[in-house]
């Protein structure tokens, strides 16, 4: 079945830029969509199809997709930033909904 | 706009359960509807979807044959029926709702806990 790997944690000090990446075998010919999840709560789409924002989102997310990397980039990251962050894709060739391992973000 | 999750229980190996979720605030049949899981301590993982009209169910590997996903829109309702009950799939339980098959889970409810333990 389809595998994303994300790495298991970014740290980023306030102010500055976080990039997470999600690994797919050309995962650029995906849709993907990311989510942000608290600790004890549920998850928050950030970014969908592969590059916009709900709304109440901060410009400060962005996402891109190409090849066989999708990323999610948070600029001038604050406090409030820290949370575990999943990509998520639709796997046509087995019919599942796929999640990444999903990344933590700690802000220094 | 809400769903809001029900059912979840202790219960032992090889029992069942049956897991609810109620939709409120938007249009249910307009929307695919899945199952996301996410055990304690771990990330999230897609248990199975259902398509607007009930038509389509699709399932994750390890749940196949042992449970079921169903719809009722007339009462804007999902639910999960869960057989067969295995230590492994202790974990909060969430219903969402996606507006297509590719497209991002916009709602979700709080989650549900599922423990299977004797």
């Known amino acids: 079945s389809y595998l994303l790997t994300q790495p298991p944690s970014v740290s980023v000090a306030p102010g500055q830029t976080a990039t997470i990446t999600c690994g797919g075998n050309?995962?650029?010919?995906?849709?993907v969509h990311w989510y942000q999840q608290r600790p004890g709560q549920a998850p928050l789409v950030v970014v969908y199809d592969d590059r916009d924002r709900p709304s109440g989102i901060p410009e400060r997310f962005s996402g891109s997709n190409s090849g066989n990397t999708a990323t999610l980039t948070i600029s001038r990251v604050e406090a409030g930033d820290e949370a575990d962050y999943y990509c998520q894709v639709w796997d046509s060739s087995s019919d599942h909904v796929v999640f990444g391992g999903g990344t933590k973000l700690t802000v220094l | 706009v809400q769903l809001v999750e029900s059912g979840g229980d202790l219960v032992q190996p090889g029992e069942s359960l049956r897991l609810s979720c109620a939709a409120s605030?938007?249009?249910?049949?307009?929307?695919?509807m899945s199952w996301v899981r996410q055990a304690p301590g771990k990330g999230l993982e897609w248990v199975a979807n259902i398509k607007q009209d009930g038509g389509d169910r699709n399932y994750v590997h390890s749940v196949k044959g042992r449970f079921t996903i169903s719809r009722d829109n007339a009462k804007n309702s999902l639910y999960l029926q869960m057989n067969s009950l295995r230590a492994e799939d202790t974990a909060v339980y969430y219903c969402?709702?996606?507006?297509?098959?590719?497209?991002?889970?916009?709602?979700w409810g709080q989650g549900t806990m599922v423990t299977v333990s004797s």
């Open positions: 969402a709702s996606s507006p297509r098959l590719r497209g991002s889970f916009r709602i």
């Open positions: 605030g938007f249009s249910f049949s307009s929307y695919w």
């Open positions: 050309f995962i650029g010919s995906k849709t």
